[in-house]
């Protein structure tokens, strides 16, 4: 298993760089860079999408803007040694390989710079975001598996009765609601819309969280981030309960499980003292895949309606604001934790089945 281990780490090596140089060569394409970003603020302007109209320049600034101030649409009007200025603080002035070099080799030393618009480091960013990604992930996939789990066994148990139609026709209807349509929803009849005011409508607690005592504070956090919550958990339980049913049902028609009753086991220790550990192998698995999924990838919608700031937005306002600090070295981190994670997910499926061998298999 070490070997197997020691394969797969030196793997992301290759995998890291392959996904960092893709993304550094999109950028190179993509119109309105962050120094017209800067030129636009400067002007007032705001935003540079506001002026931009299909500049025939290299759009995120890697190009040279000393020789023809006319790429920068926004820059008709500044003097040319404003424009360089913005270029060697941005660090634009060097050619696009030498940047990508310094950029891995400052990741490589844990360096993952400013940014350019927030005068903020990356890491302390991510750090400030953090407590909203943790409540929305943590929660929504710890109440997807309490439920799931269970829900799934209990489905594989009664399969074809009624209990089993309707609730699958329950879970599918709440898998295709949209996420943001649901969270509107909640919002109208819980938040005080139209209906009752039980819930605050925004943010993560309240303005007078730090005045609070203990217990208060964790009353009131809970009392904010119940709609979010359910908001981004309502179509997790759809996959993850139907495939516990389907991986119940496969081991209930195994010959093990007709010894066992044969036995005189009693049907509980039949279910939960052979048949569960089998068929909640790739569901048990996949546990760490899943929850760095919901915690990382922060939905942009539920945040906006429920106004949390969070990983998701972050990640939007730096892509528009064209923040590149922000928009690859949260590209590197989350790459890097989503490579270790898909080697964790293969050390739980050694540890929920001992007889699996990722070394033998792949001999």
Partial sequence: MGAYILRRLLLIIPTLLG???????????????????????????GDVFGSFAGSQGDASGMEDA????????????????????????FGFDKPPLERFGNMLWNYVRLDFGQSYFRSIGVIDLILEKMPVSISLGLWSTLIAYLV??????????RDGTSFDTWTS????????????????????????????????LRGLTSDNWADLSVGAKIADYFWHITLPVLASTISAFATLTLLTKNSFLDEIKKHYVMTARAKGLSESRVL???????????????????????????????????????????????AVARDYPIVFGTLFIF?????????????MYVLVDPRIDFERREG
Avoid at 22 to 45: C, D, H, M, Y
Avoid at 70 to 87: K, M, S, T, V, W
Avoid at 172 to 198: D, E, H, M, R, T
Wanted: proline share 6%; glycine share 14%; net charge negative.
């Fill in 19 to 45: 996904i960092m140089i893709v993304n550094f060569t999109l950028t190179q394409f993509v119109p309105g860079g962050p120094v017209e970003q800067a030129i636009a603020r400067a002007q007032g302007q």
């Fill in 272 to 318: 939960y003292g052979h048949v569960f550990r089998n068929a909640m192998l790739i569901v048990i698995a996949g546990f760490p895949a899943v929850f760095i999924g919901v915690f990382f990838s922060g939905s942009l919608i539920i945040e906006t309606i429920f106004s949390l700031d969070g990983l998701g937005r972050l990640g939007f306002e730096a």
């Fill in 169 to 200: 026709g329950l879970i599918i209807v709440a898998y295709a609601i949209p996420g943001f349509l649901f969270a509107i929803l909640l919002l109208v009849l819980f938040a005080g819309g139209s209906y009752w005011q039980v819930f605050p």
């Fill in 148 to 157: 799931s789990i269970p829900l799934g066994i209990r489905k594989a148990v």
């Fill in 335 to 347: 790459g890097l934790i989503g490579l270790l994670v898909g080697i964790l997910s293969d050390l």
């Fill in 66 to 89: 000393g020789p023809s101030n006319d790429e920068y649409i926004g820059a008709r009007g500044l003097p040319p040694e404003f424009i360089e200025q913005l270029e060697r603080e």
